[in-house]
């Protein structure tokens, strides 16, 4: 089973700061990586996928890099609507997806 | 617009089943597979299966493998995630959520709570 491992936990920053956020798997997913936003109550939102391209109607501030087994998702200008738990997941390797376990960012 | 709809909250007794439905609207629902997803409260999100709506074919994760059902019904845009031998620690929110085939989940029900308590 492939694990999926975020960092930090809790990311505190600032209106208008840069936040950057790490996924890493333990083996390689090439660059079958998603990210999503989810708030309190809602269903997960997608962000991000093919580790890099943004989902419909995302904003530029939020973009995606990385491959293999290194990703990074990174929210410039953040704003205090972007507080929520970003998650990562790789899909379809193995016909398994598997998310990581989350980052809280607090603005 | 595309909508998935779930059914409504459970409440379940240890070692009963729960069945959820999630009907699909606004697009061809054979065209795009439909996983679930649970999340347990205050937890993160845990994947369940996939179901091919079109052959109906499925592939469930290793931990589920032994009591998860999933099942479609063409006629009504429904797909079913029954799951048995319930315990506790299956109290948490279901998702279902549709699969965007080119990566990642682009549309998601509203949820389902199931209560697992004695």
């Known amino acids: 089973e492939i694990v999926m491992t975020q960092s930090p936990a809790t990311l505190s920053v600032s209106p208008g700061e840069r936040a950057t956020l790490s996924c890493r798997a333990s083996q390689s997913v090439s660059n079958y990586l998603a990210w999503y936003q989810q708030k309190p109550g809602q269903a997960p939102r997608l962000l991000i996928y093919g580790a890099s391209t943004r989902a419909t109607g995302i904003p530029a501030r939020f973009s995606g890099s990385g491959s293999g087994t290194e990703f990074t998702l990174t929210i410039s200008g953040l704003q205090s609507e972007d507080s929520a738990v970003y998650y990562c997941q790789q899909y379809n390797v193995w016909l398994t997806w598997t998310f990581g376990q989350g980052t809280k960012v607090e603005i | 617009q595309v909508q998935l709809v779930q059914s409504g909250a459970e409440v379940k007794k240890p070692g009963a089943s729960v069945k959820v439905s999630c009907k699909a609207s606004g697009y061809t629902f054979t065209a795009y597979y439909i996983h679930w997803v649970r999340q347990a409260p205050g937890q993160g999100l845990e994947w369940m299966g996939i179901?091919?709506?079109?052959?109906?074919?499925?592939s469930y994760a290793q931990k589920f493998q032994d009591r998860l059902i999933m099942t479609r019904d063409t006629s009504t845009s429904t797909v079913y995630m029954e799951l048995s031998s319930l315990r506790s620690d299956d109290t948490a929110l279901y998702f279902c959520?549709?699969?965007?085939?080119?990566?990642?989940?682009?549309?998601w029900g509203q949820g389902t709570l199931v209560a697992v308590s004695s």
């Open positions: 959520a549709r699969d965007t085939r080119f990566g990642g989940f682009d549309f």
């Open positions: 179901i091919h709506p079109s052959g109906g074919s499925t």
